[in-house]
C-alpha cells in the first residue's frame, strides 16, 4: 500500500518539516497580523514572532490553538464539558462523525478537550470553501486540518470524493490519526440532525466489495455535540427567509467569514460533548456481509442518528422552544419561569440583529424556535424506542 505521508498532497495537513515555510508565508500576511492585534492585542507582535519559531503541530495545538480555544470557551461559554472520551484513550484509531453547529468550534472544541484529556487530536475535515485565501489555508494545515473539495465539475468532485474516503481510511486502519467528520455538508441550521447519505457514499467508496467489513473498518464513533445557545441562530434564521424570498440566494464568501467569526465569538452557555460507543457490535447485528450498498448504508445512518439523538444534552431552552412552537405547556415541569423570561429575552435580541427589508418577524422566529426544539423532538423520539 502507498505511504500515507507521500499521497494525497492536496488533502493532507501539514507535516512537521513543513511547518516553519507555512507560518513564515502566514506570518507575512497583514490580515493575520490584523487577527493577531484583535486576539493578543498588544502582545500580537511577540506572537508572530513565537509562531515563527515554532517546531512542531503539536506544539502550536498544545500551546496556541488549545489555549486560544480555552480563554474562546471562558468568555463565550458557561461551561464546556465532554463524556465518555475515557473509552478511547489508548484504543485504536476511530472516524468520529457528530453532528455539526458551528464552522469552526466543533472540531476546536473536540480537539482541545482531547489535548486535555492527554489524547492525540483527530484530523478534521474542512471544506475548501472556508479556504479563501493561503495564509487561511496555512492555518488550516497547521492545525491538523485536511481540505475536502466542493468546487469544481461534478467530475472534479466525484474524483476527489473517491481519493478523500481512501486517505480517510488509511488514517485510520494504518493507526496514523483519528478524524472527526461533521455528519453532513454545512450545518444543520434547523438544528434536525440526520447524516447526509452522500457522506456515507463518500465513505463507501474505498470500502471494496464487502460494504458491511468496509464500515466496520472505520470503527465508526458518532459524537453528540449540544451548544445551550448557538450565537449564529440569527444568521441562519435570516438566510431562511433570504432563500424564501429569492430561490436563487446564495451566500457569499463574506457570509461565511462572518458566521465564523460569530461562531467563535458568539454566546454559547452550556456545551457538552458525549463521545459515544463504536457502533461495530451493533452493525454486526443488523446487516450481514451479503447485504447491498444501500442495506448498509441505511444501517449506519438509522445507527449514527440514534447515537446522536439519544446522547443530547437536553437544556431547559430546549423544551420551552418546544413548548412555544407547540402553543402549549407540555414540558413545563423541565423549565422555570425564569429560564422562559431569559429564553424569550434572548430570542427577542436575536431577532433585533437581523436586517432585511421585508422582515418576517413572525416567521423568523419561527425558525428559531425550530432551530431549538428540534433536538428536544430528536432526544425524546430516541429514548423512547
Known amino acids: ?12 495537513p501539514y507535516r512537521d518539516e513543513e511547518a ?9 500576511e497583514p490580515e493575520l497580523k490584523t487577527v493577531l492585534e484583535f486576539i493578543y492585542k498588544e502582545k500580537a507582535e511577540e506572537m508572530r514572532q513565537y509562531f515563527l519559531n515554532i517546531k512542531t503541530i503539536y506544539e502550536f495545538q498544545k500551546n496556541v490553538i488549545a489555549r486560544f480555544v480555552m480563554s474562546i470557551g471562558d468568555k463565550t461559554a458557561d461551561s464546556l464539558t465532554i463524556s465518555g472520551l475515557e473509552k478511547h484513550k489508548n484504543e485504536k484509531k476511530h472516524l468520529y462523525i457528530s453532528n455539526h453547529r458551528d464552522i469552526i468550534m466543533d472540531a476546536a472544541f473536540l480537539d482541545t478537550l482531547m489535548l486535555e484529556n492527554d489524547m492525540d487530536t483527530a484530523q478534521n475535515a474542512i471544506g475548501d470553501n472556508l479556504c479563501a485565501k493561503q495564509w487561511i489555508t496555512d492555518m488550516f494545515k497547521l492545525n491538523k486540518n485536511f481540505i475536502v473539495k466542493r468546487s469544481g465539475s461534478t467530475r472534479d468532485i466525484y474524483t476527489a470524493s473517491i481519493k478523500l474516503s481512501s486517505y480517510i481510511r488509511r488514517l485510520i486502519t494504518e493507526g496514523k490519526d483519528s478524524v472527526w467528520l461533521a455528519e453532513r455538508e454545512g450545518r444543520a441550521k ?66 461565511d467569514i462572518l458566521s465564523m467569526k460569530t461562531g467563535i465569538l458568539g454566546y454559547k452557555g452550556r456545551v457538552h460533548f458525549e463521545v459515544t460507543d463504536c457502533i461495530n457490535d451493533e452493525l454486526e447485528k443488523m446487516v450481514s456481509d451479503e447485504d447491498n450498498r444501500a442495506t448498509v448504508i441505511a444501517a449506519v445512518q438509522k445507527l449514527i442518528d440514534k447515537h446522536i439523538h439519544k ?27 425564569a429560564d422562559k423570561e431569559k429564553f424569550d429575552k434572548y430570542i427577542a435580541g436575536q431577532l433585533a440583529k437581523i436586517d432585511l427589508e421585508n422582515k418576517d418577524e413572525e416567521f423568523l422566529r419561527g425558525k428559531m424556535l425550530e432551530m431549538y426544539s428540534n433536538p428536544a423532538i430528536n432526544y425524546l423520539a430516541a429514548n423512547a424506542e
Open 190 to 255: 434547523d438544528a434536525n440532525d440526520t447524516v447526509q447519505e452522500s457522506v456515507l457514499k463518500m465513505l463507501s467508496m474505498s470500502s471494496g466489495k464487502n460494504m458491511k467489513q468496509g464500515f466496520m473498518e472505520l470503527s465508526i464513533c458518532p459524537v453528540s455535540i449540544s451548544y445551550e445557545y448557538d450565537g449564529c441562530d440569527y444568521l441562519k434564521a435570516k438566510e431562511y427567509q433570504q432563500k424564501r424570498d429569492n430561490a436563487d440566494f446564495k451566500k457569499s464568501k463574506a457570509d
Open 1 to 12: 500500500m502507498e505511504d500515507l505521508e507521500d499521497n494525497d498532497e492536496y488533502i493532507r
Open 20 to 28: 516553519h515555510d507555512a507560518f513564515v508565508r502566514a506570518c507575512n
Open 311 to 337: 446522547n443530547y444534552k437536553i437544556y431547559p431552552i430546549n423544551y420551552i422552544a418546544l413548548d412555544e412552537r407547540n402553543g402549549n405547556t407540555q414540558y413545563a415541569d423541565r423549565y422555570t419561569a
